[in-house]
């Protein structure tokens, strides 16, 4: 996936955004469901903790693993960990103090660094200084939801840890159920701009045209504007993170994921991975600590804990398929 640079998202935030999504259409008590006393509700019925005091699932060190680590890193005794707080929950975003970075993102960067042995720095950024920021190498590691694409493996490593999964959401009722490129032909479909969805899109609109179709409208929104869009009827479908908008549906009461697809396309199964500078020797020692951690079923923990049970990875890979180069 990719995440054009948006406004920060943080529970509060998100809140009031769910509160105007149910707007005109009946209360739902979304924002009361995420007062930070009560705390969401994952997709797989998990209330989650929205508070800045995390208790996160941690691990132990394993030697052999952390001596995989390169030197300097090793000597510094902190990993780098860039991220985007840009997406909503359950992705990476703040806390209810509006400070506190929480997350399934940042629960799986501290797992790494438990195996490691390594303290985890944080470091938000907008989404085009992830890569900036890795090629410099200012950071030595990127967690934000980053897809692996054959055209990154030139330029950065992977250890892969969850599916790429995206998803449809429409207003509940609408009767909509989306598996491919006719049926959303005629429709009007939001997605965020410059990320792999609205490639997709593009793509299958093309698709719905050469098969004398009408083509899909694209809108383009940023953040959570499209809760409104979805509410008022402009929009009837949004495409995004399957994480993210199986999240809102719940809070909101008024949507639905009505399909997913992977995030590959429908030739690669698209997977989610750590990201690091190419050939700077990390990427061993994160495909260590991701597969330690999914064997110790803290990995799996993690995932329950932000109701993402169903993109788990049964192992960690470095540098597999990835979504193919556009074509010229």
Not at 218 to 226: C, D, H, L, P, V
Not at 258 to 275: E, R, W
Request: glycine share 12%.
């Amino acid at each position: 996936m990719s995440l054009p640079r948006r406004a920060p998202v943080t529970a509060a935030a998100l809140a009031a955004a769910l509160t105007l999504a149910g707007c005109g259409s009946g209360a739902t008590g979304a924002a009361a469901d995420l007062a930070p006393a009560k705390g969401g509700t994952a997709p797989n019925g998990t209330v989650v903790n929205l508070s800045a005091r995390q208790d996160r699932v941690t691990t132990a060190k394993v030697d052999a693993i952390a001596a995989l680590v390169p030197e300097e890193i090793r000597k510094r005794g902190t990993l780098k960990v860039v991220d985007s707080i840009g997406t909503t929950p359950p992705l990476d975003f703040y806390a209810d103090d509006d400070k506190t970075i929480i997350g399934v993102e940042p629960d799986i960067a501290s797992l790494i660094g438990n195996v490691l042995g390594l303290k985890v720095e944080f470091n938000p950024v907008s989404w085009e200084n992830i890569f900036v920021g890795l090629d410099s190498g200012k950071y030595d590691v990127g967690l934000s939801n980053i897809t692996v694409t054959e055209e990154r493996k030139e330029k950065y490593d992977f250890a892969t840890y969850r599916l790429d999964v995206l998803g449809f959401e429409a207003k509940k009722g609408s009767g909509l159920k989306v598996t491919g490129a006719r049926d959303l032909a005629g429709r009007t479909v939001g997605v965020a701009t410059g990320t792999n969805q609205e490639k997709l899109l593009l793509s299958w609109s093309e698709e719905d045209v050469r098969a004398g179709l009408k083509p899909i409208d694209i809108k383009y929104f940023s953040g959570t504007e499209y809760y409104l869009a979805l509410s008022s009827g402009r929009i009837d479908v949004f495409t995004g993170p399957n994480p993210s908008l199986a999240f809102h549906a719940v809070q909101s009461g008024e949507t639905e994921v009505v399909g997913t697809y992977s995030g590959g396309g429908a030739d690669v199964l698209g997977k989610i991975a750590a990201t690091t500078h190419k050939d700077n020797g990390l990427v061993r020692a994160l495909n260590g600590a991701l597969n330690e951690v999914i064997r110790n079923g803290t990995y799996g923990q993690v995932l329950k804990r932000w109701g993402l049970d169903g993109e788990a990875v049964q192992t960690s890979e470095i540098n597999p398929v990835g979504l193919p180069k556009p074509k010229p």
